[in-house]
């Protein structure tokens, strides 16, 4: 690709002495130039769902073959989401590195099917941590320290380093919040001196911007979506690219209307109105031809052939055509403590849908609140459901309630899955219901129990201050043959993990004893990760110390949600009878049959995951 055009005018220094009012301090190896970006915006409000459309438009540029690397940035001044309360911010997502982020990340990964790293989220409070790290040890070589050039070029520089590590050919960077916001004044100023050092047509501006069309009025008004676009172009941006987001579809008139106050011709102004579902919105943008857009603009062309693109397009199609042919319903209760706030348990929404999916039927959910629920109220909660889920949580409310949400299902065949905390709960709910030691507890609940089942972790002992300490991230389970949790995985698999405390390894022999099986365990150390009862005891009761959602993908479901789903499909319809093959099965049978041509599988009917690997 060619160098930047505007090469000549920036100073090759990486360092600020007084000579220069430049700071570039590019990471080794990085030319200016080389990559492309492009950078998403949002005006006038917030909510319009940029991480989705960021998402779609970099799958649609993957599934031409061009590799892309999308980064988050965040203007808060946190070093990461870990310490956020769910309820405030929408839950903590976790990476397999053990990076604690913003949701968002999950709504890149599952759409790009691409795992992330701490490179691919950037917050305020890190760029400025680095920045006083710098200055604390004179790396701005006597000169005073100020928010341009030094923290916008260390924002530069987070993107820069994403572009060396990941080698992608086109960054995408999201700005956090809307234009305007004074916490992120500094992202957009960045970005505007990124695109000058970079050259002009290395960097894709796009603005999504909303056209309201208010009752009243009976038709779409572009005045607040012009005043957003003003704002960008106020800091000095001039986008390229506008998508407008409305309930519907964004009249020709209203369009030229935004493009004559915004200087981007008519046809790079696009209609992104409400679609049913957002796995339609990568094939909504490349109807309109954003996609093209925006690889115009950045002068590069697919490197995937036409056939090739095709073949990517209609792997995501077998998705969308199980979707189509959804003709069940189950309920599948949630118990927690945030059930007002459906954004704590997005990924668990999200593992949900693309186990429902796969199996051809919608999973209603339906909220438990667990804050007063007692054994005598949980026939009356759960009767009608399912399926439940308990999910993670941290602290003491609502356990009660959630030990016998356990309690009820074990006790009446209702399919369950146990996340992190809820799999502590299980494990709290089967020794005192089953061992009869009542006064079993986690010491996270009651420090002072006779028989602390759940206790810290022996790492955790030591522990001081709480952002980033817990035991995070992506580690390997050794799966015990001749389980459930065997035909699920295989003999091994990775899951991530956001705990503090475990299952006593003390208890261990006398629970399995009496019907508790831990079938997944650490390779490494004593850490039960998986459980599951004996299979004469329930149909479906599975707890895991991970958080199985987060790795959840839309063509890869997480098998502990195919295997709920299943179960709470068996439930709701006595005469369901099709069988459940897990993805590691089909592939273990595919290998033990090498020689024979695979039979050509008939997906109009099916209801089996596994055809995703036909
Ligand atoms: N509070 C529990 C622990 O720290 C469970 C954490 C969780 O559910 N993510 O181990």
């Not at 397999?96 to 968002?104: A, H, R, Y």
Request: aromatic share 8%; glycine share 8%.
């Amino acid at each position: 690709m060619s160098p930047t055009e505007n090469e000549g005018l920036i100073p090759s220094t990486r360092s600020s002495t007084g000579e220069t009012e430049f700071y570039l301090p590019l990471p080794p190896g990085y030319k200016p130039g080389q990559t492309r970006f492009v950078v998403v915006f949002g005006t006038v409000i917030s909510g319009l769902g940029k991480g989705i459309f960021s998402s779609s438009l970099a799958k649609c540029l993957q599934d031409k073959g061009v590799s892309v690397a999308p980064i988050k940035l965040e203007g808060y001044l946190n070093i990461d989401s870990g310490t956020l309360n769910p309820y405030r911010h929408g839950e903590v997502f976790v990476l397999d590195d053990g990076t604690e982020c913003d949701m968002d990340l999950g709504t890149y990964e599952r759409a790009l099917d691409q795992n992330l790293s701490r490179l691919n989220f950037a917050t305020s409070g890190q760029i400025y941590r680095r920045v006083l790290d710098r200055e604390r040890i004179g790396g701005y070589l006597g000169r005073d320290v100020q928010m341009i050039p030094h923290v916008t070029g260390e924002v530069k520089n987070r993107l820069r380093e994403l572009a060396i590590a990941s080698r992608a050919d086109v960054i995408f960077v999201e700005i956090g919040g809307t234009v305007g916001d004074v916490e992120n004044a500094h992202y957009i100023e960045a970005m505007r001196q990124l695109a000058f050092e970079e050259g002009q047509r290395s960097v894709c501006f796009v603005a999504l911007t909303y056209v309201l069309e208010p009752s009243i009025l009976g038709e779409q008004k572009s005045k607040a979506a012009q005043l957003g676009i003003r704002q960008l172009l106020e800091c000095g941006v001039q986008p390229h690219i506008i998508a407008c987001r409305a309930a519907s579809p964004v009249t020709r008139k209203v369009r030229e209307k935004i493009a004559l106050f915004s200087n981007v011709p008519p046809e790079r102004v696009f209609s992104m109105h409400d679609c049913e579902s957002v796995y339609q919105i990568p094939e909504q943008l490349r109807g309109a031809g954003l996609d093209t857009a925006v690889m115009e603009w950045l002068q590069i062309s697919p490197k995937f052939s036409e056939e090739a693109e095709r073949a990517a397009r209609e792997r995501w199609q077998i998705y969308l055509g199980h979707l189509k042919r959804v003709s069940r319903e189950v309920s599948i209760g949630i118990t927690g403590k945030y059930t007002s706030v459906r954004d704590a348990y997005a990924s668990i929404i999200k593992a949900l849908e693309h186990a429902g999916t796969a199996l051809e039927c919608k999973v209603r959910l339906v909220w438990v609140d667990t804050s007063e629920l007692t054994d005598e109220r949980a026939d009356e909660k759960l009767r009608e459901l399912h399926g439940i889920i308990v999910p993670g949580a941290f602290g003491t409310r609502g356990a009660e309630g959630k030990i016998a949400c356990l309690k009820y299902a074990r006790t009446h065949g209702l399919p369950c899955l146990g996340i992190c905390y809820g799999f502590q709960m299980a494990v709290v709910e089967f020794a005192r219901n089953v061992l009869g030691w009542e006064d079993a507890n986690s010491t996270e609940i009651d420090n002072e129990c006779r028989y602390p089942v759940i206790d810290l972790l022996p790492d955790q002992k030591k522990i001081e201050g709480l952002g980033g300490t817990m035991r995070l991230g992506g580690h390997d389970v050794a799966i015990r043959e001749g389980t459930l949790a065997a035909r699920m995985f295989g003999p091994r698999t990775r899951l991530r993990f956001r705990h503090r405390y475990e299952v006593d390894p003390r208890y261990v022999a006398q629970i399995e004893a009496a019907g508790m099986i831990f079938s997944g365990r650490s390779p490494k150390a004593e850490i039960m990760q998986i459980l599951e009862l004996r299979p004469d005891l329930h149909p479906y009761y599975v707890g895991t110390q991970a958080h199985p959602e987060l790795t959840s993908r839309p063509l890869a479901p997480a098998p502990m949600f195919l295997g709920l789903v299943h179960a709470a499909l068996r439930r709701a319809y006595p005469d369901y009878a099709t069988p459940l093959v897990y993805a590691s099965e089909a592939e273990a049978a595919a290998e033990a049959e090498p020689a024979d041509p695979p039979t050509p599988h008939d997906t109009s009917d099916s209801a089996q995951p596994a055809d995703r690997h036909a």
